[in-house]
């Protein structure tokens, strides 16, 4: 049963526009999300992360949006870029719970076209 | 530079062969993961370790093992139990096993079988 899911495995974007990546969670414990990126044969990179203390975070150009109630998260990229083209994995767990219990969505590939 | 260190990027094993992955990290963090990613599907845990001499099973360990003799090592056996072994391995470390800081990754190894 998948606790996290990522619906969208993939998502075409054109340069300068909005991308809005979404995963959803049944997991109602879950308490701290995360957002990495991986580009093809390299491991993933550290994105962006929230805990349900709060509906949003932003760092750059990017930002994640919480609805605890709809158990839904959201990455918006505004603008994207082309170099923003990779795999978006998303990842939950409880709030200082274990790492061994981050649960992983299995990604939505984002192509953003020149 | 800190970070992690995988190798080989690309093994191959002969059916009943045992392979080792190599995973070291000079990030002092003191847990370390090992996945597994197969294509479309997100990131599976296979063991885990929150200190040397400790580690935990995830929830893919059947027909894998592991070690961790130093801080900064976590060697992934490879088994001839583990009947469908080809997939792209991932080693990750954190500061703590209960930290919320996220996980590094390392570039990843390709295990393909002859």
């Known amino acids: 049963d998948q606790q996290v899911k990522q619906n969208s495995p993939s998502l075409s974007v054109q340069e300068g526009r909005i991308s809005i990546l979404n995963c959803d969670y049944t997991n109602s414990m879950f308490d701290y999300f995360l957002w990495y990126k991986k580009y093809p044969a390299e491991g993933p990179t550290f994105l962006i992360s929230?805990?349900?203390?709060?509906d949003k975070n932003e760092d750059g150009r990017f930002t994640v949006f919480l609805n605890k109630s709809a158990k839904h998260l959201s990455l918006h990229i505004v603008p994207s870029q082309p170099g923003d083209s990779a795999v978006y994995f998303c990842a939950a767990k409880r709030n200082g719970g274990s790492q061994g219990n981050l649960i992983f969505g299995k990604g939505t590939k984002l192509s953003v076209k020149p | 530079d800190g970070g992690i260190t995988q190798s080989p990027k690309y093994l191959f094993r002969k059916e009943g062969q045992n392979v080792t992955l190599s995973c070291e990290q000079n990030l002092n963090h003191d847990a370390m993961y090992w996945y597994r990613q197969d294509p479309g599907q997100g990131l599976r845990l296979i063991y885990y370790s929150q200190i040397v001499n400790d580690f935990q099973k995830g929830d893919i360990a059947e027909g894998y093992s592991v070690s961790r003799e130093k801080k900064e090592s976590f060697p992934l056996t490879v088994t001839s139990a583990q009947k469908n072994p080809t997939a792209f391995y991932l080693c990750?470390?954190?500061?703590?096993?209960?930290?919320?800081?996220?996980?590094?990754f390392g570039d990843g190894t390709r295990l393909s079988i002859l």
């Open positions: 929230i805990s349900s203390i709060k």
């Open positions: 990750a470390s954190s500061t703590s096993e209960y930290s919320n800081q996220p996980q590094h």
